[in-house]
T-cell receptor
Framework: EAGVTQFPSHSVIEKGQTVTLRCDPISGHDNLYWYRRVMGKEIKFLLHFVKESKQDESGMPNNRFLAERTGGTYSTLKVQPAELEDSGVYFC??????????FGPGTRLTVL | GNSVTQMEGPVTLSEEAFLTINCTYTATGYPSLFWYVQYPGEGLQLLLKATKADDKGSNKGFEATYRKETTSFHLEKGSVQVSDSAVYFCALRPTSGTYKYIFGTGTRLKVLA
């Protein structure tokens, strides 16, 4: 069974540009989560999808971040326009109902 | 609110040394507790978990016991190997109301041959 996959693995962009991160959850997992680790600090929750619906988006830092999960399969996280403080590693995770969350390898975003 | 506190790293040990990475938490009720590991160049992998008080999670020689009285979930291994070099994250999932995980800051472990 394939694990959670994320694309790209690395992204380097200029301040003010747009970046879109993609996450493919484990097949059959209705729950999908986005997390972020900034500057070696703790990994922080961004939001939670159940199928295509946003269950909890309390961790989204501001309206420059837009997450979608059309069709309840893969998800995208768009940052527009990117700022320096958005640099970090973005992790995606998926789970069945209330089960353990399985994480992807992360996307390292660098905003210059 | 909910929070997780981990000992700061980096932790540097010689091969075959005993490892303890401290983790304490603040939460209401009985959260589920987890240790995740991130090896160099890889993603987060679940190492072990415990879902109720006095449970012991174990995997790959690592152990952690859910201590409600001390609100702790310390990670231990009797004899570390060079291949254990990684960043270790302690996390909790609150009892109810949300499925999001609360993570600690991570502890980097370096094991020398």
């Amino acid at each position: 069974e394939a694990g959670v996959t994320q694309f790209p693995s690395h992204s380097v962009i200029e301040k003010g540009q747009t970046v879109t991160l993609r996450c493919d959850p484990i097949s059959g997992h209705d729950n999908l989560y986005w997390y972020r680790r900034v500057m070696g600090k703790e990994i922080k929750f961004l939001l939670h999808f159940v199928k295509e619906s946003k269950q909890d988006e309390s961790g989204m830092p501001n309206n420059r971040f837009l997450a979608e999960r059309t069709g309840g399969t893969y998800s995208t996280l768009k940052v527009q326009p990117a700022e320096l403080e958005d640099s970090g590693v973005y992790f995606c995770a998926s789970s069945q109902v209330t089960d353990t969350q399985y994480f992807g390898p992360g996307t390292r975003l660098t905003v210059l | 609110g909910n929070s997780v506190t981990q000992m700061e790293g980096p932790v540097t040990l010689s091969e075959e040394a005993f490892l303890t990475i401290n983790c304490t938490y603040t939460a209401t009720g009985y959260p589920s507790l987890f240790w995740y590991v991130q090896y160099p160049g890889e993603g987060l992998q679940l190492l072990l978990k415990a879902t109720k008080a006095d449970d012991k999670g174990s995997n790959k020689g690592f152990e952690a016991t859910y201590r409600k009285e001390t609100t702790s979930f310390h990670l231990e291994k009797g004899s570390v190997q060079v291949s254990d070099s990684a960043v270790y994250f302690c996390a909790l999932r609150p009892t109810s109301g949300t499925y999001k995980y609360i993570f600690g800051t991570g502890t980097r472990l370096k094991v020398l041959a």
